[in-house]
C-alpha cells in the first residue's frame, strides 16, 4: 500500500544474549506478517510480542536455553506512533523538549 511505515526495537538480554538476539531477528518479521498489520498495528504488535515468546521458548526447551529479555518496539504509520514493550524496558518521547509520559515502567512493587 501507499502507507509509510517504520518499525524500531530493543531488546535488553538477562542471563544471555539469546532471547534477546532471536526477538530482534523474529519479533519484527512475525509484526510484518500479522494479519492486521494495516487494519489494527496495535493489536499486530501485541499478537507478535506474544507470538514470538512463545516461539523462543519453544526453542530454549529444546537446547536448553536460560534466557530472557525485555524489549521495546515503536511502529511509526502514517503519522500514528504505536509502542509496545515487556518487562522494564522504557520508552521516552521528547517533545518540543518536554518528556511526554508513553507508559507507566514496571516495578517490582506495581501489580
Not at 529444546?62 to 504505536?82: C, D, F, Q
Request: charged share 25%; aromatic share 8%; proline share 3%.
Amino acid at each position: 500500500d501507499d502507507v509509510d511505515r517504520a518499525y524500531f526495537a530493543v531488546f535488553d538480554g538477562h542471563g544471555g544474549v539469546d532471547a534477546a538476539n532471536y526477538s530482534a531477528t523474529h519479533l519484527h518479521v512475525n509484526v510484518g506478517l500479522h494479519d492486521e498489520i494495516v487494519k489494527n498495528p496495535a493489536e499486530a504488535l501485541k499478537c507478535s510480542f506474544q507470538k514470538t515468546d512463545e516461539m523462543f521458548l519453544f526453542k530454549a526447551k529444546r537446547e536448553k536455553l536460560r534466557s530472557g529479555t525485555t524489549g521495546v518496539s515503536a511502529l511509526i504509520v502514517g503519522n500514528k506512533l504505536h509502542i509496545a514493550w515487556l518487562g522494564d524496558s522504557q520508552v521516552m518521547l521528547v517533545q518540543q523538549g518536554k518528556a511526554v509520559t508513553l507508559m507507566e515502567p514496571h516495578k517490582p512493587e506495581r501489580e
